[in-house]
C-alpha cells in the first residue's frame, strides 16, 4: 500500500511561469490537505479538499493560487506566476476522513519549489 | 485563533540524555494536541497525540508527552536520546470542535542535534 505520493520532488520555475503540484492520496483516502513550509517556519495550512469540492481554502492566497480534486486523478495545487517569495515546500496530507481521534492523517514528503 | 509556540529553536544534547521538547498552545476549548518529526527531505511523520482521558500520552520511539491544561503546554520527552532521533520537531493543535482534526496549526519546530 503506497503512502501518499507528490511529485515532482523539486521544482524549479522562473518568475512568472505557472507551478502545478500534484498529491496521488493513499488508497482509500478521499480527504486532502495542502500545508506550505517556507523556510525557518512551521507548515502553514493552505486548503482542505474532499472529492471534487473544496470545503476550506482559508489558507490559500487569494489571487494565483488554486486547487483540485477531480472525481479521477491526483490533487493539483496551482501556482500561476509565481514569485520568488512563493520558494517553499509543500506538503499535501490526506486521511480517510472521521473526525476526531477517528482521523489519520499521513503526509507526503514535499515539493520543494524554487522561483528563481 | 489557536497558536503554537516553541520557543526552542534549536537543542543539542548528548546521546544517551534525556530530551523535554517544550510547546506551548493558545485555544479556547479542548484542544487536539499532536508532535510530528521531521527528517531532513521527509515528510512528517505522527510520533503521538492527545485527544483526551490520560494526560500522559505514550508516541512511537520511545517518546511521550503530557498534557497540562492549567500551563498550556504540550512537552515532549524521552528518556533516553538516540543519534538517530537527530530531525525538526512540530507541535501542532488542531481544532477539536469543528468536526477535523487535520486542519492543523504549526508551531515553528525544534532542531534536534545529537552529539555522541
Known amino acids: 500500500n503506497a503512502g501518499v505520493m507528490q511529485n515532482p520532488r523539486h521544482l524549479v520555475r522562473r518568475r512568472g511561469q505557472e507551478a502545478r503540484l500534484r498529491c496521488s492520496p493513499m488508497k482509500g483516502h478521499s480527504h486532502v490537505y495542502w500545508y506550505r513550509q517556507l523556510p525557518e517556519e512551521g507548515l502553514k495550512f493552505m486548503v482542505y479538499?474532499?472529492?471534487?469540492?473544496?470545503?476550506?481554502e482559508s489558507g490559500m492566497p487569494k489571487e494565483r493560487f488554486s486547487a483540485e480534486f477531480p472525481k479521477e486523478g491526483p490533487s493539483i495545487l496551482r501556482i500561476q506566476q509565481v514569485v520568488r517569495g512563493d520558494s517553499a515546500a509543500y506538503f499535501c496530507a490526506t486521511t480517510q476522513g472521521g473526525s476526531g481521534p477517528n482521523e489519520k492523517l499521513f503526509f507526503g514528503s514535499g515539493t520543494q519549489l524554487s522561483v528563481l | 485563533a489557536q497558536s503554537v509556540t516553541q520557543p526552542d529553536i534549536h537543542i543539542t544534547v548528548s546521546e544517551g540524555a534525556s530530551l523535554e521538547l517544550r510547546c506551548n498552545y493558545s485555544y479556547g476549548a479542548t484542544p487536539y494536541l499532536f508532535w510530528y518529526v521531521q527528517s531532513p527531505g521527509q515528510g512528517l511523520q505522527l510520533l503521538l497525540k492527545?485527544?483526551?482521558?490520560?494526560?500522559l500520552v505514550q508516541g512511537i520511539k520511545g517518546f511521550e508527552a503530557e498534557f497540562k491544561r492549567s500551563q498550556s503546554s504540550f512537552n515532549l520527552r524521552k528518556p533516553s536520546v538516540h543519534w538517530s532521533d537527530a530531525a525538526e520537531y512540530f507541535c501542532?493543535?488542531?481544532?477539536?470542535?469543528?468536526?477535523?482534526?487535520?486542519?492543523?496549526?504549526f508551531g515553528t519546530g525544534t532542531r534536534l542535534q545529537v552529539t555522541l
Open positions: 501542532a493543535v488542531g481544532a477539536g470542535n469543528t468536526g477535523t482534526a487535520s486542519k492543523l496549526t
Open positions: 492527545y485527544f483526551s482521558g490520560d494526560t
Open positions: 479538499l474532499q472529492k471534487e469540492n473544496i470545503i476550506d
